[in-house]
Protein backbone atom coordinates (compact mmCIF):
# COMPACT_ATOMS: atom_id res chain seq x y z
CA UNK A 1 0.00 0.00 0.00
CA UNK A 2 1.53 3.48 -1.03
CA UNK A 3 2.00 6.34 1.84
CA UNK A 4 -0.37 9.59 1.80
CA UNK A 5 1.28 12.55 1.07
CA UNK A 6 0.44 15.67 3.11
CA UNK A 7 -2.23 16.97 0.78
CA UNK A 8 -3.22 12.76 1.27
CA UNK A 9 -3.27 13.71 4.39
CA UNK A 10 -5.93 16.78 4.86
CA UNK A 11 -7.96 14.68 2.50
CA UNK A 12 -7.63 11.74 5.58
CA UNK A 13 -8.93 14.38 8.27
CA UNK A 14 -11.42 15.25 6.23
CA UNK A 15 -12.59 11.90 5.53
CA UNK A 16 -11.92 10.57 9.25
CA UNK A 17 -13.91 14.18 10.61
CA UNK A 18 -17.08 12.98 8.17
CA UNK A 19 -17.33 9.49 9.94
CA UNK A 20 -17.16 10.98 13.20
CA UNK A 21 -19.70 13.40 12.30
CA UNK A 22 -22.00 10.58 11.18
CA UNK A 23 -21.35 8.63 13.98
CA UNK A 24 -19.43 8.47 17.99
CA UNK A 25 -15.98 7.15 16.98
CA UNK A 26 -12.84 6.77 19.11
CA UNK A 27 -9.38 7.60 18.25
CA UNK A 28 -8.73 3.59 18.44
CA UNK A 29 -11.17 3.19 15.43
CA UNK A 30 -9.64 6.49 13.54
CA UNK A 31 -6.10 5.15 13.74
CA UNK A 32 -7.69 1.69 12.34
CA UNK A 33 -9.26 3.45 9.33
CA UNK A 34 -6.31 6.34 8.37
CA UNK A 35 -3.62 2.96 8.68
CA UNK A 36 -6.49 1.15 5.68
CA UNK A 37 -6.07 4.16 3.94
CA UNK A 38 -2.31 4.16 4.32
CA UNK A 39 -1.54 7.13 6.05
CA UNK A 40 1.53 7.04 7.91
CA UNK A 41 2.31 6.37 11.77
CA UNK A 42 2.99 9.79 12.20
CA UNK A 43 0.10 11.47 10.18
CA UNK A 44 -2.11 9.14 11.79
CA UNK A 45 -1.35 10.75 15.45
CA UNK A 46 -1.40 14.06 13.79
CA UNK A 47 -4.71 13.49 12.23
CA UNK A 48 -6.35 12.19 15.66
CA UNK A 49 -4.67 14.83 17.79
CA UNK A 50 -6.28 17.53 15.26
CA UNK A 51 -9.91 15.15 15.42
CA UNK A 52 -9.50 15.75 19.20
CA UNK A 53 -8.79 19.10 19.46
CA UNK A 54 -11.61 19.86 17.23
CA UNK A 55 -14.06 18.07 19.20
CA UNK A 56 -15.17 15.04 17.00
CA UNK A 57 -13.50 12.93 19.28
CA UNK A 58 -13.80 12.91 22.77
CA UNK A 59 -12.98 9.46 24.67
CA UNK A 60 -16.08 10.24 27.69
CA UNK A 61 -18.29 10.85 25.34
CA UNK A 62 -17.55 7.88 22.99
CA UNK A 63 -17.64 5.62 26.62
CA UNK A 64 -20.94 7.35 27.15
CA UNK A 65 -22.78 6.52 23.94
CA UNK A 66 -21.18 2.79 23.51
CA UNK A 67 -22.25 1.80 27.56
CA UNK A 68 -25.84 3.30 26.86
CA UNK A 69 -26.06 1.91 23.41
CA UNK A 70 -24.67 -1.70 24.54
CA UNK A 71 -26.82 -2.04 27.41
CA UNK A 72 -30.33 -0.71 25.86
CA UNK A 73 -29.70 -2.60 22.44
CA UNK A 74 -27.27 -5.51 23.29
CA UNK A 75 -28.17 -6.23 26.78
CA UNK A 76 -24.63 -6.15 27.69
CA UNK A 77 -23.77 -6.40 31.25
CA UNK A 78 -21.30 -3.97 33.41
CA UNK A 79 -18.13 -6.60 32.55
CA UNK A 80 -18.27 -7.03 28.87
CA UNK A 81 -19.10 -3.34 28.22
CA UNK A 82 -15.89 -2.13 30.05
CA UNK A 83 -13.77 -4.90 28.83
CA UNK A 84 -15.15 -3.52 25.18
CA UNK A 85 -13.94 -0.41 25.91
CA UNK A 86 -10.55 -1.27 27.65
CA UNK A 87 -9.81 -3.48 24.16
CA UNK A 88 -10.44 -0.01 22.50
CA UNK A 89 -8.40 2.02 24.51
CA UNK A 90 -10.57 4.09 26.36
CA UNK A 91 -9.43 5.47 29.72
CA UNK A 92 -10.26 3.76 32.87
CA UNK A 93 -12.04 7.04 34.82
CA UNK A 94 -13.94 7.40 31.36
CA UNK A 95 -15.33 3.91 31.46
CA UNK A 96 -15.78 3.81 35.28
CA UNK A 97 -17.74 7.27 34.88
CA UNK A 98 -19.83 6.20 31.95
CA UNK A 99 -20.46 2.64 33.59
CA UNK A 100 -21.78 4.62 36.71
CA UNK A 101 -24.78 6.44 33.93
CA UNK A 102 -26.11 3.05 34.58
CA UNK A 103 -29.82 2.89 36.52
CA UNK A 104 -29.35 0.12 39.09
CA UNK A 105 -32.76 -0.56 38.68
CA UNK A 106 -32.76 -0.90 34.58
CA UNK A 107 -29.81 -3.18 35.19
CA UNK A 108 -31.36 -5.48 37.68
CA UNK A 109 -34.75 -5.66 35.35
CA UNK A 110 -32.94 -6.23 32.20
CA UNK A 111 -30.88 -9.13 33.62
CA UNK A 112 -33.88 -10.42 34.89
CA UNK A 113 -35.81 -10.28 32.33
CA UNK A 114 -32.84 -12.07 29.83
CA UNK A 115 -32.63 -15.29 32.59
CA UNK A 116 -36.44 -15.52 32.35
CA UNK A 117 -36.78 -15.41 28.56
CA UNK A 118 -33.32 -18.32 28.77
CA UNK A 119 -34.75 -20.64 30.95
CA UNK A 120 -38.19 -20.56 28.59
CA UNK A 121 -35.79 -22.34 26.33
CA UNK A 122 -33.84 -24.80 28.10
CA UNK A 123 -34.64 -28.27 28.71
CA UNK A 124 -32.66 -29.11 31.83
CA UNK A 125 -33.74 -32.42 34.22
CA UNK A 126 -32.77 -30.64 37.53
CA UNK A 127 -32.75 -26.58 38.82
CA UNK A 128 -29.55 -26.98 39.63
CA UNK A 129 -28.39 -27.80 35.78
CA UNK A 130 -31.18 -25.26 34.94
CA UNK A 131 -29.04 -22.49 37.48
CA UNK A 132 -25.87 -23.56 36.26
CA UNK A 133 -27.03 -22.55 32.44
CA UNK A 134 -28.71 -19.69 33.39
CA UNK A 135 -25.64 -18.23 35.16
CA UNK A 136 -23.09 -19.23 32.52
CA UNK A 137 -25.53 -17.55 30.01
CA UNK A 138 -25.67 -14.37 31.92
CA UNK A 139 -22.02 -14.41 32.71
CA UNK A 140 -21.25 -14.26 29.12
CA UNK A 141 -23.36 -11.70 28.33
CA UNK A 142 -21.54 -9.75 31.18
CA UNK A 143 -23.62 -9.65 34.37
CA UNK A 144 -21.57 -10.06 37.22
CA UNK A 145 -22.05 -13.34 39.46
CA UNK A 146 -23.06 -12.00 42.71
CA UNK A 147 -25.99 -10.03 41.04
CA UNK A 148 -27.03 -13.60 38.66
CA UNK A 149 -26.66 -15.51 42.23
CA UNK A 150 -29.12 -12.96 43.84
CA UNK A 151 -31.57 -13.21 40.25
CA UNK A 152 -31.33 -16.91 40.69
CA UNK A 153 -32.83 -18.21 44.35
CA UNK A 154 -36.08 -17.73 43.61
CA UNK A 155 -37.10 -21.05 41.70
CA UNK A 156 -40.69 -19.87 40.67
CA UNK A 157 -39.62 -16.99 38.70
CA UNK A 158 -37.86 -18.95 35.72
CA UNK A 159 -40.00 -22.42 35.93
Known sequence: MREMNATDAEEAFRKAAACCAAAEQCGADIRKKLE????DADSREAVVRRLEEENFIDE???ARCFVRDKFRYNHWGRVKI???LRLKGIAPAAIGDALGEIDGE?????LRQLLQAKARSLKTASGYERNGKLARFALGRGFEMELIMRNLHVDEDFA
Open 106 to 110: DYART
Open 82 to 84: AQA
Open 60 to 62: ARY
Open 36 to 39: KWGL
